[in-house]
């Protein structure tokens, strides 16, 4: 049974720095890992999709890698902001089609 | 890009009664949605998995007569809490694949039941 796990469970930084958000998984034989941004009280968006055969996906100042042998993805956020402020999920897919989520890393950028 | 719809966002029923959330995908065909359930600071935990024009399959320890699920069409998914009690307080998502390009998410209704 896959499990996803994300540590710490909350991150605090100083606007500007450039962090990195940790992601593992058990099973290496997921189908792709999902990165997902969850606002207080409101749905996910999702940030970044790497399929299992891709190694990183980028999209503005966010970076997500993927490491299928040692079970880990990172989300690298450059220069971040305030705004940037939120809960970040991983989830992995399965070979059932069912995604696997991680507790989240409650990011709080302080101006 | 795609979209779910989910309404509503917020209800507040008492206890005994039910409720229905809708999702609906706007510019693209759901054959399947996925029904999640959210505690607060923890994971989405996945209930039910909504196959168009057929019955739903759910998750161990999920009541299918408490949690009612139709997919009618290949927009529309909808979820049924049935006599509701304040312990199935809570976040419900729904989401909806966009096989090979992952899954995309409703924005959450919040269930309170007084």
Known sequence: ?????????????????????????????????QWFRQDPGKGLTSLLLIQSSQREQTSGRLNASLDKSSGRSTLYIAASQP?????????????????TFGKGITLSVRP | GAVVSQHPSRVICKSGTSVKIECRSLDFQATTMFWYRQFP?????????SNEGSKATYEQGVEKDKFLINHASLTLS???VTSAHPED???????????PDGYTFGSGTRLTVV
């Open chain 2, 41 to 49: 600071k923890q994971s989405l935990m996945l209930m039910a998995t």
């Open chain 1, 1 to 33: 049974k896959q499990e996803v796990t994300q540590i710490p469970a909350a991150l605090s930084v100083p606007e500007g720095e450039n962090l990195v958000l940790n992601c593992s998984f058990t099973d290496s034989a997921i189908y792709n890992l």
């Open chain 2, 78 to 80: 909808t979820l049924t």
């Open chain 2, 89 to 99: 307080s809570s976040f419900y998502i729904c989401s909806a694949s966009l096989h």
């Open chain 1, 83 to 99: 705004g940037d402020s939120a809960t970040y999920l991983c989830a992995g897919t399965g070979a059932n089609s069912k995604l």
